[in-house]
């Protein structure tokens, strides 16, 4: 598997990441931005679904709980965040893929699904390698899929222009704190890429975006109807 080797880990440490649930939900608008980004990539029955850089599992799970009929994959590239969320869908009895790999090498066939969701992950990635995922969830969506982000974003008021400050040097954060995500994204040949909303949170803005894979007549499913 290409690239797996060096990655950066949920909660940046490895001994972090049992902890990783509980931080999110105390820290973190987790069910609701999660809720939000479900909301907006308006799942259909029998669609298949991928969540890359799922971790624990949390939105792949909810993913599936709130659309039973829909066919839902997780991919991580740490075992031990896998290891997490396989507990997790035990628990609650929910069917689930989980599968360990890279999202700059996405191990399945073009064209495969439907949604494809990246929540927090693109932050952990270099921005040679948020490229190289973009380019992997473009190949493996069907035509008039879509892509469903939430991560950083560009600051949208003083309070989180000041957490940028701290928060652009940790990680692979610089380039979604300049607003770089949605170039990317259409740079990797998705369309109608917008940003749906922004939380405040503790660690600076968090965008939800959306984009779309053209179909052969360079369509998007969600504007067709639309008025504006
Ligand atoms: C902050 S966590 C987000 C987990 C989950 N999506 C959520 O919203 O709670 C980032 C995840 O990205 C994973 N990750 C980092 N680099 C990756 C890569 N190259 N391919 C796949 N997953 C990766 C990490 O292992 C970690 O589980």
């Keep these: 598997m290409k690239r797996s080797s060096k990655y950066i880990p949920a909660l940046h440490f490895h001994w972090l990441t049992p902890w990783y649930d509980t931080i999110m939900r105390r820290l973190y608008p987790e069910q609701a931005v999660k809720t939000a980004l479900i909301a907006q990539a308006r799942i259909q029955s029998g669609q298949r679904v991928l969540d890359v850089g799922c971790g624990t599992?949390?939105?792949?799970?909810?993913?599936?709980?709130?659309?039973?009929?829909?066919?839902?994959?997780?991919?991580?590239?740490?075992?031990?965040?896998?290891?997490?969320?396989?507990?997790?869908?035990?628990?609650?009895?929910?069917?689930?893929?989980?599968?360990?790999g890279t999202a700059t090498d996405l191990p399945y066939l073009d064209e495969t699904f439907d949604r494809v969701f990246a929540s927090l992950m693109l932050?952990?990635?270099?921005?040679?390698?948020?490229r190289r995922a973009l380019a992997e969830a473009f190949r493996v969506l069907k035509p008039g899929g879509e892509l469903h982000v939430a991560d950083f974003g560009k600051p949208q008021d003083r309070t989180m222009w000041l957490i940028s400050l701290l928060v652009r040097w940790a990680e692979e954060v610089h380039d979604n704190i300049r607003g770089l995500l949605p170039v990317f994204m259409a740079e990797a040949g998705f369309r109608s890429v917008e940003e749906i909303s922004r939380y405040r949170t503790v660690s600076?803005?968090?965008?939800?975006?959306?984009?779309?894979?053209?179909?052969?007549?360079?369509?998007?499913?969600?504007?067709?109807?639309?008025?504006s």
């Design 57 to 100: 599992g949390t939105l792949t799970l909810l993913i599936k709980r709130t659309h039973p009929d829909a066919e839902v994959h997780g991919l991580d590239v740490d075992p031990r965040v896998l290891a997490i969320a396989r507990r997790k869908a035990e628990q609650v009895g929910e069917v689930i893929v989980l599968r360990q």
């Design 123 to 130: 932050h952990h990635l270099t921005r040679e390698d948020k």
């Design 204 to 227: 600076g803005t968090i965008a939800l975006y959306r984009a779309c894979k053209p179909t052969g007549e360079g369509a998007c499913s969600h504007h067709q109807g639309e008025t």
